[in-house]
C-alpha cells in the first residue's frame, strides 16, 4: 500500500476512534476497506489514540535530565523489544501519546537473537547516561527464558552508575503501575497509572544513533 493511502486509513481511524466507535470493530472496518497489511493495522492499533488519552500520557512525560537521581523502573522487554526492532531495521514510529512504538502485534512470544546483545549493551549505555539515583528492572516470567535474561542483565548492570535491582514477575505491569519514580514503558496499562514516565527507547537512540522518529502518518510502510 502507498504511504498516502495508508494516511487516509490512518485519518478515518482517528476520525471514528475520536467518536468512541469500538475499537477493535473500528480496526477491521477500516483495515478490510484499505486492505491493510497486518502491520499496517498493528501500527493504527498501536499508535492512534484518543486526544483525551494522548494529551493525559504527555503531561506524565519526563525529560532526561529529570531522571538523574530518581528511581528509575524499566518495563524490561517492553524497552529491549523496541530496540532491537530498531537495530534490525524494522520500523519505529512516534505515536499520539508521543511515545516511541514497534510495528508488532504482541510481545509475548520473545525471543533472542544475535543482535539481543548490543540491544542490551545500549540499554544500559543509555540508562547510564541518564544518571538515575536507582534503577529497578522488571521481567515477564511467563516470556520463556526470563530466568536466564534476568540473571544477564544482574551481571550486565555492574556498569551502572547506581544500584539496580532486577525482578521476575508475572506481569511487569503489577509492580510498575505504582512504582515510586519514573517508569521507562510505552505500554498502555502502565501509561495510564504510572504518576511519570520517561521513553527509554527514545532517548537512547536518539543518543546514539541520531535517530528522529517519524509521526505514524508519514510512516514508510511500504516495506510492512
Known sequence: MSTSNFRSAYEDYRFLRERDYPEKATLKVVGDRYRLTRSERNSL???VLPEKTAEARKRKRAR????????????WYNV??????????APLFLADDGMVRDTAAAHG?????????????EILRG???????RVDVFLDSPIAFSGI?????R??????PCPCAVSVAYTADFPLKSYEGIVASSDSVILDSARRVFDLPRHLLERAFGFTPPLLPDLDLLSL
Open 45 to 47: 492499533f498501536r499508535g
Open 64 to 75: 532526561p535530565a529529570d531522571v538523574a537521581g530518581e528511581n528509575l523502573g524499566v518495563d
Open 80 to 89: 529491549l523489544i523496541t530496540v532491537e526492532s530498531y537495530l534490525r531495521g
Open 109 to 121: 512470544s520473545y525471543r533472542s537473537t544475535d543482535i539481543t546483545e548490543n540491544a542490551i549493551r
Open 127 to 133: 540508562i547510564s547516561s541518564l544518571a538515575p539515583g
Open 149 to 153: 535474561m534476568a540473571e544477564d542483565v
Open 155 to 160: 551481571k550486565r548492570s555492574t556498569v551502572l
